[in-house]
């Protein structure tokens, strides 16, 4: 038992109620309580190659095809062009679905049917999506009409930078992507929001009415194309630009896929520089480390026991519809061209997920909502959520206490500071995740992130040694839960 020194410098026993109250109670405390030199060098290198990462990755296309990339680099090739070679145990592997969602797997030398173990986050966030009739002129402006996408507090886009990212695809197929406002020489958009001068109404109003969805539209050009006679000077001179430079007309918009995202990019918070401010942390925290902790997994010199997965899913923001969503067949498909037809079901109902997605950090400057003891807080680690919902646990996946205590051993085990965390109080709300599409293929399922302040904002917060301890919890669920 530990001894306490008082301020003489003697060594005083705890008293017998201390020592109980050490045993009994549950306290997760706060992570940088006693790191050493060694260890905030790899909390800090961990935290830049996510903000590197981050900055790269601003949509789901963007991350999803980032991580291609830092994949195919480690050895992993993609499941579609293996043609006949066989799959044998250390093969390292990846499905990019339609773009967006990514699957990715380390093969282990047991039989699938004995399951595997999976990381699955999400890799889109809230934001603005181009209508599919967008531009107009008004007033001598040329603006762009959006529709939200995700749950977002639609006062808080107004008045701030934002970038253009997303993708065109003419009618012979050809794809051109599109990132404008993210580099230094690059012009940014913006939506304005009204003068506090004349904001009188608006300000009577409630906050989900004060900027309502049809206000959400993008300046986007002022000027006059050089031609007295023509119609709509300032909408004809902004889409003959976008016409010189990606060959789009007006129609394209149609079909296109247009997102615009705050502009900035991710930036230390604080004197200390502990944590880091960025647009779309929720769920990429979780999907950055959740990518590391599989490509680890296979850096190995031999295959690892049980096969690896890494789940990137797409529309999570919205439900998770969509062939590329969590709700669709393409997990399956996966599991399936890994292990056969004939397996999948054993495989699926012996595998074990991680839901790897964030949670709400206590906020003092908001602490009527959160349930203080039952809340996860920042800085003190990688957050188990035994359930989600809202109402009545509504949406909610509930995991099993067996899954819960297995997983809550482990990271003991491996000395992964954990804590738990509900959403909020009962009844002020609530959220979902993944959890429950994974649970509905009979996959032992638990959710499993990290704190974020500001969620769904432009600006999200996020704890460096949450991060780095969300790698470490992840890479001791690949390597030990059987
Ligand atoms: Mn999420
Ligand atoms: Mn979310």
């Known amino acids: 038992m530990v001894k306490d020194t008082n301020g003489k410098g003697r060594r005083e026993d705890k008293s017998p109620g201390q020592k109980l109250a050490d045993k009994l109670f549950f306290n997760p405390g706060n992570c940088w309580e006693g790191i050493d030199g060694k260890s905030a060098r790899e909390i800090e290198d961990f935290a830049a190659s996510y903000k590197e990462f981050l900055d790269q990755g601003k949509t789901e296309r963007e991350f999803s095809s980032a991580a291609v990339e830092m994949l195919k680099k480690k050895g992993f090739v993609s499941i579609d062009s293996l043609g006949p070679k066989k799959l044998e145990p250390g093969l390292k592997v990846f499905r990019h679905i339609k773009g967006k969602a990514l699957i990715c797997a380390v093969l282990g030398k047991r039989p ?12 889109d966030s809230p934001r603005l999506d181009l209508k599919q009739n967008p531009l107009y002129e008004d007033s001598d402006f040329a603006l762009l009409d959006t529709h939200y996408y995700g749950g977002i507090k639609k006062y808080q886009w107004t008045a701030i930078p934002l970038a253009m990212h997303g993708v065109f695809v003419d009618s012979n197929g050809k794809k051109t992507e599109l990132r404008l406002g993210e580099d230094g020489g690059d012009p940014v958009f913006t939506i304005t929001d009204l003068l506090p001068h004349l904001a009188k109404d608006q300000m009577q109003k409630k906050a989900s009415e004060a900027v309502e969805g049809e206000d959400l539209d993008v300046l986007a050009g002022s000027r006059l194309y050089d031609d007295e006679k023509a119609k709509d000077r300032v909408k004809l001179l902004a889409l003959s630009l976008l016409n010189e430079k990606y060959g789009i ?3 394209d918009f149609a079909s296109a896929e247009i997102e615009f995202v705050p ?12 944590m880091i401010g960025a647009y779309g942390h929720d769920d990429r925290c979780c999907a950055y480390p959740a990518l590391r902790a599989v490509i680890g997994y296979g850096a190995g010199k031999t295959p690892p026991e049980r096969t690896g997965i890494c789940y990137l899913s ?17 997990f399956e498909n996966f599991i399936a061209a890994i292990c056969g037809e004939g397996e999948l079901r054993r495989c699926l109902s012996s595998s074990a997920m991680l839901s790897a997605d964030v949670n709400a950090a206590f906020d ?35 995991a099993n206490a067996e899954f819960c205590s297995q997983v809550q051993a482990l990271m003991t085990r491996n000395k992964v500071p954990w804590q738990f ?9 609530g959220g979902g995740t993944i959890a429950l599409h994974a649970a509905r293929l009979g996959i032992d399922v638990l959710d499993c992130g990290i704190p974020v302040l500001s969620m ?3 600006f999200e917060v996020i704890s460096k040694i949450d991060l780095y301890m969300c790698y470490r919890g992840y890479t001791a669920f690949l390597t030990d839960y059987i």
């Open 421 to 429: 965390g509900e959403l909020g109080k009962v009844d002020k709300g």
């Open 364 to 398: 003092p400057t908001w602490a009527s909502v959160f349930d203080k003891k039952n809340s996860s807080y920042m800085g003190r680690g990688l957050v188990l959520s035994k359930y989600t919902g809202s109402g009545g646990k509504y949406g909610a996946s509930d």
């Open 456 to 458: 769904h904002s432009p």
């Open 112 to 123: 699938l049917k004995e399951g595997a173990n999976i990381l699955g986050a999400h890799v």
């Open 249 to 251: 007309t007006e129609q």
């Open 314 to 330: 797409d529309k999570e923001e919205i439900g998770s519809v969509g062939n590329t969503g969590a709700q669709s067949r393409g």
């Open 263 to 274: 502009a900035f990019k991710a930036r230390d918070v604080g004197f200390d520089r502990s």
